[in-house]
């Protein structure tokens, strides 16, 4: 019976599905394109950005799907506490082994932490984006731009579509 829910639980979580096929034996599997993890609770930038905002304060990474299109992290480049952020500008940078990509800010305000574990371990933006290797805490300038943002099933489409896409 375990063995049977962990298998029901990983093919949900991987999105997989089968539907018996009336020509073949063997039950076809449909996969999902976006394998990537979208949590509830969290906003979504067009940039691939995630936002969880709690009170009066912010906090900002890259979404999973970001993190596995980069590949393996190996360096992070974070503004510096008390600077500030606007709404889709560059705040930093994340270097994998593919290559260097602009971090957007989803929101405008001033820049109250940096997550700086990310300095000597940027493989948790890799591991644990959503945890471990969130990126900055804001302090919102304009909360309302929180609403511009995406929801998790808006976020997950639009992956899906921009995978399709390429």
């Known amino acids: 019976m ?5 298998a029901s639980s990983t093919a949900n979580a991987l ?6 096929s009336k020509s073949h034996l063997l039950p076809a599997f449909s996969i999902s394109r976006c394998f990537s ?9 067009t940039s691939h950005e995630w936002v969880k905002h709690d009170g009066s304060v912010a906090t900002v990474g890259i979404t999973d799907h ?20 606007s709404k889709e500008k560059n705040f930093g940078a994340v270097e994998s082994v593919k290559a260097t990509s602009e971090i957007l800010s989803p929101i405008s305000g001033e820049v109250i932490e940096v ?22 805490k804001v302090k ?14 808006e976020y997950t489409k639009f992956c899906e579509e921009e995978d399709a896409a390429h």
Do not use: C
Request: a negative charge.
């Open 2 to 6: 375990a063995l049977r829910m962990w």
């Open 15 to 20: 999105k997989l599905s089968s539907s018996a």
């Open 37 to 45: 993890s979208v949590l509830e609770g969290l906003k979504y930038a």
């Open 66 to 85: 970001a993190q596995d299109h980069l590949g393996e992290v190996v360096f992070v480049e974070l503004p510096e506490e008390k600077s500030s952020v």
């Open 115 to 136: 997550n700086t574990k990310l300095t000597d371990s940027p493989g948790l933006i890799n591991s644990s984006p959503y945890e471990d290797g969130w990126m900055i």
């Open 140 to 153: 919102p300038s304009n909360p309302a731009e929180l609403e511009t943002l995406m929801g998790p099933k």
